[in-house]
């Protein structure tokens, strides 16, 4: 079983940034991929970046967050960041880390293992 807590979130004026980390724990893999998603309320949740690690790391986002998002790994650490910057009130929303052992994607179902969420209110 894998357990994703994240972290990070909060209240960040218009324009501000934030760093969001989402730390894995129990079965680990050699190769995998990691993803943020967000839902906005009353709003389905959509996919915001991708990481896909496999020794080096190759990265994938979403067009509404592209050139404002950053999505990283330490190596040989089970977390991945989400660094925001740039940030408009339609970023506020609950954020999601995702992972999945086999593959990757910019949808829900590639993904088999999820985190609990964190706030991000963008607000003036």
């Known amino acids: 079983q894998v357990h994703l807590v994240e972290s990070g979130g909060g209240l960040v004026q218009i324009g501000g940034s934030l760093r969001l980390s989402c730390a894995a724990s129990g079965r680990t893999f050699t190769n995998f991929a990691m993803a943020w998603f967000r839902q906005a309320p009353g709003k389905e949740r959509e996919f915001v970046a991708a990481l896909k690690w496999s020794g080096g790391a190759s990265t994938r986002y979403a067009d509404s967050v592209k050139g404002r998002v950053t999505i990283s790994k330490v190596y040989a650490k089970n977390t991945v960041y989400l660094q925001m910057s740039s940030l408009k009130p339609e970023d506020t929303a609950v954020y999601y880390c995702?992972?999945?052992?086999?593959?990757?994607?910019?949808?829900?179902?590639?993904?088999?293992?999820w985190g609990q969420g964190t706030q991000v209110t963008v607000s003036s």
């Open positions: 995702a992972l999945s052992p086999t593959g990757w994607g910019d949808f829900q179902k590639d993904y088999d293992y």
